[in-house]
């Protein structure tokens, strides 16, 4: 697929446009909040670039972590 340049203006008024129709959907997902399987909570509007960020990975990596630690104590108090 070939994308063409689109003029910065029609691109504002297309924006514009997009934001004079959707207002009311756009403000309330603003205020809506997510909580991230990670532990991060964070604004509706920006969960698809939280889930891309490298605060959700290390977040993700540390719980991968914990739950580890969590579950060889959890076997030597079983073992014990
Ligand atoms: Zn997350």
New binding site residues.
């Given amino acids: 697929m070939v994308y063409k340049p689109v003029e910065p203006e029609l691109k504002a008024k297309y924006n514009l446009d997009y934001y004079t129709k959707h207002k009311q959907r756009i403000l309330t997902n603003n205020k809506l909040k997510f909580s991230?399987?990670?532990g991060?909570v964070i604004a509706m509007s920006s969960k698809s670039r939280?889930?891309n960020s490298s605060r959700?990975f290390n977040?993700m990596h540390r719980n991968e972590i914990c739950n580890k630690v969590i579950e060889e104590e959890e076997q030597k108090k079983m073992n014990a």
């Fill in positions: 991230c399987v990670c991060s939280h889930l959700h977040n």
